[in-house]
């Protein structure tokens, strides 16, 4: 009986340590799972390694134009748009610039957007806006296609890219810019006679036109 006895209790023992073992691994797990800030166990692609390399720049640029608006701005459209471009891009320069850390600790090489960099809206001197007449006019007809730009590349983000958080942003940029891009040009409009010769939102299944990237959709000094 007493055997019996002793058989069971070494059970019971056996029992308890494989039950702490397996609630320990499980927790384990559910940690690793939520490091990070809650970071996705697959980090991403070599897109949005490129997409966020790409926008960080981009970004800045639309930060410096817009920074020169603030203190030339000629109607309160323009001074409350750089503003909030100020705010909301510099914001996002901070969460690419944690994706991009995460993708580099994990090794993840970058790729190519496959967008060209006229494409990307940075081929214009900033520095012009510091003279540029009428202001307003200029830092829209210089803004939008920096804004088709972003969008553009975030619509490659989209389709190729597989970090969660990258997407995510992407899907922002795309709403706020293209939104922008009509408030944009609806001031124009209204202010000097017609649209910015840039256009307004890019169509997503239509390749860009080799007339509207030849140097003409820069500044209008007239």
Known sequence: ???????????????????????????????????????????GNGIDRAFVADMIPHHESAVEMANIAEDRGQSTFVTELAGDIISSQTSEITKMRVIASRLDDAGVKEKSLGVPEHQMGMDMDVSELKTAKPFDRAFIDMM???????????????????????????????????????????????EFGGPSPAGGVPAEDAKEDDAMNDGTMGMDHG
Not at 12 to 40: E, I, M, Q, R
Not at 145 to 153: L, V
């Open 144 to 190: 939008i296609p920096h804004h088709q730009g972003a969008i553009r590349m975030a619509r490659v983000e989209l389709a190729e890219g597989s970090n969660p958080q990258a997407k995510q942003l992407a899907t922002q940029i795309i709403a706020a810019q293209a939104k922008e891009i009509t408030a944009m040009n609806k001031h124009r409009t209204a």
């Open 1 to 43: 009986m007493d055997i019996t006895k002793h058989r069971r209790a070494r059970m019971l023992v056996t029992l308890f340590v494989a039950g702490a073992f397996l609630t320990g691994t499980l927790a384990a797990c559910g940690s690793d799972d939520d490091s990070s800030g809650g970071a996705p166990s697959t980090a």
